[in-house]
T-cell receptor, first 117, second 109 residues
Framework: DTGVSQDPRHKITKRGQNVTFRCDPISEHNRLYWYRQTLGQGPEFLTYFQNEAQLEKSRLLSDRFSAERPKGSFSTLEIQRTEQGDSAMYLC???????????????FGPGTRLTVL | GQNIDQPTEMTATEGAIVQINCTYQTSGFNGLFWYQQHAGEAPTFLSY??LDGLEEKGRFSSFLSRSKGYSYLLLKELQMKDSASYLCAVKDSNYQLIWGAGTKLIIKP
């Protein structure tokens, strides 16, 4: 079990540029979540996938944000036309949900810190 | 609306015991989680409660009272490495995690 990994760990970009982040979940996990976190706040839900299906997307999420999980394994989060307000830590988490239920405990990756200049 | 309340910051002494409280008002309840987050790092899972009572795991224990919408995380024999933020999160009726803003715990020698 190598844990959840994210790439890159840090990204500095200029306002208006597009950025893409990658998340590789724990291999047997079927759910994958994306969150955004700013200093002194808890994680803010963005979207989540069950296998390759995107089941929910935050209503607060701008159309500039899009996420994919094409083969039900890794996922990408793209932000188009970045704004300074997008500066935050972007966290990915994965969990295993079985038909018998369970806790759905989410395990987080190290995050990608985005700075928009 | 949905709300999770935790103290913003707490200070405790190395070797002592500290209790971090969390109260919640959510649409439904399907479990409560505690996570630890060191500065600049990702949250790491500490505990899960879905039934009333105390769950003990080494130096850390977590308590839940569903009727009161209340939980606490108890940390014993505090160590300097316990300096971190502690996040309370509740799974609501839609099975989504609602997060508190976290409690920053400062340990002094």
């Amino acid at each position: 079990d190598t844990g959840v990994s994210q790439d890159p760990r840090h990204k500095i970009t200029k306002r208006g540029q597009n950025v893409t982040f990658r998340c590789d979940p724990i291999s047997e996990h079927n759910r994958l979540y994306w969150y955004r976190q700013t200093l002194g706040q808890g994680p803010e839900f963005l979207t989540y996938f069950q296998n390759e299906a995107q089941l929910e997307k935050s209503r607060l999420l701008s159309d500039r944000f899009s996420a994919e999980r094409p083969k039900g394994s890794f996922s990408t989060l793209e932000i188009q036309r970045t704004e300074q307000g997008d500066s935050a830590m972007y966290l990915c988490a994965s969990s295993l949900v079985s038909s018998g239920g369970g806790t759905d405990t989410q395990y987080f990756g190290p995050g990608t810190r985005l700075t928009v200049l | 609306g949905q709300n999770i309340d935790q103290p913003t910051e707490m200070t405790a002494t190395e070797g002592a015991i500290v209790q971090i409280n969390c109260t919640y008002q959510t649409s439904g309840f399907n479990g409560l989680f505690w996570y630890q987050q060191h500065a600049g790092e990702a949250p790491t899972f500490l505990s899960y409660n879905v039934l009333d009572g105390l769950e003990e795991k080494g130096r850390f224990s977590s308590f839940l009272s569903r009727s009161k919408g209340y939980s606490y995380l108890l940390l014993k024999e505090l160590q300097m490495k316990d300096s971190a933020s502690y996040l309370c999160a509740v799974k609501d009726s839609n099975y989504q995690l609602i997060w508190g803003a976290g409690t920053k715990l400062i340990i002094k020698p």
